[in-house]
């Protein structure tokens, strides 16, 4: 059974970084996801190679399936795998997550996205010890789902026609509506590193969670801080600041959490 696990998740990987890719380079509904993004776009939508993160968080799902594979078949005595239900579903909801976008299901898709945040943090809740590489991956992933989560939400209100570029187009506008959003994403961040139990979680990577809102934080910034740099720039600076002392304080543990007989 755990081999069988093991040959599902490394073709859920693989079926996962297939449609994102296939999604954003040929496009499903004749629409790609940059292009639906831009439809619904916002000061807070960061800029387009803050999304390269994926890459990063594909290569350690590879690494963590893999590793996942070749214990099963090489090493007997493995009993669980790093690649648990929570991380599973999440992938399987990621798939479904790019189909609702691309078909222009704004609403529907933050649904989803909020399904795929709660399996994460499901994932990460799990009691069984992970090798460091899973809890790294978790981090990643759970950090821009985060900040994807806020994103979706905002498109969603843009989609509603809530949400103009100045005080006589829609109910907000921009920058302060992105201000807002960015304040937000601030609160999700420090909502999950709030709980304890997440934070043990993710030991010994937990600094990697808040570098991921750094990451996103610094995008917004370049976006908007060309010629007239407006109130979302400042924001997203010192929120970036925040979460990077944060990241440099779980930091500074890592050596003292992280010993030799820590599994990779």
């Given at each position: 059974?755990?081999q069988i696990?093991?040959?599902?998740?490394?073709?859920?990987?693989?079926?996962?970084?297939?449609?994102?890719?296939?999604?954003?380079?040929?496009?499903?509904?004749?629409?790609?996801?940059?292009?639906?993004?831009?439809?619904?776009?916002?000061?807070?939508?960061?800029?387009?190679?803050?999304?390269?993160?994926?890459?990063?968080?594909?290569?350690?799902?590879?690494?963590?399936?893999?590793?996942?594979?070749?214990?099963?078949?090489?090493?007997?005595?493995?009993?669980?795998?790093?690649?648990?239900?929570?991380?599973?579903?999440?992938?399987?909801?990621?798939?479904?997550?790019v189909?609702?976008?691309?078909?222009?299901?704004?609403?529907?898709?933050?649904?989803?996205?909020?399904?795929?945040?709660?399996s994460?943090?499901?994932?990460?809740?799990?009691?069984?010890e992970?090798?460091?590489?899973?809890?790294?991956?978790?981090?990643?992933y759970?950090?821009?789902?985060?900040?994807?989560?806020?994103?979706?939400?905002?498109a969603?209100?843009?989609s509603?026609?809530?949400?103009g570029?100045?005080?006589?187009?829609?109910f907000?506008?921009?920058?302060?509506?992105?201000?807002?959003?960015?304040?937000?994403t601030?609160?999700?961040?420090?909502?999950?590193?709030?709980?304890?139990?997440?934070?043990?979680?993710?030991?010994?990577a937990?600094?990697?969670?808040?570098?991921?809102?750094?990451?996103?934080?610094?995008?917004?910034?370049?976006?908007?801080?060309?010629?007239?740099?407006?109130?979302l720039?400042?924001?997203?600076?010192?929120?970036?600041?925040?979460l990077?002392?944060?990241?440099?304080?779980?930091?500074?543990?890592w050596?003292?959490?992280?010993?030799?007989?820590t599994?990779?």
């Amino acid at each position: 059974m755990l081999q069988i696990r093991a040959v599902v998740n490394l073709i859920l990987v693989a079926a996962v970084i297939f449609i994102s890719y296939y999604s954003s380079i040929v496009g499903i509904n004749e629409q790609t996801q940059d292009s639906v993004s831009a439809a619904f776009s916002s000061a807070f939508t960061p800029a387009a190679y803050a999304f390269s993160i994926w890459g990063a968080i594909f290569i350690m799902l590879i690494i963590v399936a893999v590793k996942d594979l070749r214990g099963v078949f090489l090493n007997g005595t493995q009993t669980t795998l790093s690649f648990n239900a929570g991380l599973s579903l999440a992938l399987v909801l990621t798939f479904i997550w790019v189909f609702v976008w691309s078909y222009l299901q704004i609403g529907w898709s933050l649904v989803v996205m909020t399904a795929i945040f709660v399996s994460l943090i499901w994932a990460v809740l799990s009691g069984k010890e992970r090798p460091v590489s899973a809890n790294i991956t978790l981090a990643l992933y759970l950090g821009w789902i985060s900040v994807a989560l806020v994103a979706n939400e905002a498109a969603w209100l843009v989609s509603l026609d809530l949400v103009g570029e100045n005080k006589e187009e829609g109910f907000l506008h921009d920058p302060s509506f992105s201000v807002m959003q960015s304040a937000l994403t601030l609160v999700v961040f420090a909502l999950v590193m709030s709980f304890k139990s997440i934070r043990h979680g993710l030991e010994p990577a937990v600094f990697v969670y808040p570098l991921v809102g750094v990451w996103a934080y610094i995008a917004i910034l370049i976006k908007n801080g060309a010629g007239n740099p407006n109130l979302l720039v400042y924001v997203s600076a010192f929120f970036a600041l925040i979460l990077l002392l944060i990241a440099g304080y779980f930091g500074s543990k890592w050596n003292s959490s992280y010993s030799a007989t820590t599994k990779d």
